[in-house]
């Protein structure tokens, strides 16, 4: 069983910037794909980003290209979201997943708890 645990989150300002750390203990990770997923107040949980198994590829949702960079650190079981300019938009509870396979697919098999992330002025 897979533990996750996210930190980083919190109240910045208006174009701002936030780096978010998911932490994975419990077994072998480094075969699956690493997701950030974010759900804003009344909306439906979306995908942010997601790094392949290796670290080699990455994907991120439009409205945070160019601006969310993701990254994975397997030996120190870490894998990072960094968020630049940040906007109002961007308030949500983020969380970090282990994805079923080495690509990423959607298909989460373990969730973190979610730290909040609060952009306003």
């Known amino acids: 069983q897979l533990e996750l645990v996210e930190s980083g989150g919190g109240l910045v300002q208006p174009g701002g910037s936030l780096r978010l750390s998911c932490s994975v203990s419990?077994?072998?990770?480094?075969?699956?794909?690493i997701g950030w997923f974010r759900q804003a107040p009344g909306k439906e949980r979306e995908g942010v980003s997601c790094?392949?198994?290796?670290?080699?590829?990455?994907e991120y949702a439009d409205s945070v290209k160019g601006r969310f960079t993701i990254s994975r650190d397997d030996a120190i079981n870490t894998v990072t979201l960094q968020m630049d300019n940040l906007t109002p938009e961007d308030t949500a509870v983020y969380y970090c997943?282990?994805?079923?396979?080495?690509?990423?697919?959607?298909?989460?098999?373990?969730w973190g708890q979610g730290t909040q992330v609060t952009v306003s002025s």
């Open positions: 790094i392949v198994a290796g670290g080699y590829s990455t």
């Open positions: 419990g077994g072998t990770w480094d075969k699956y794909a």
């Open positions: 997943a282990v994805e079923m396979d080495y690509f990423c697919s959607d298909y989460v098999l373990y």
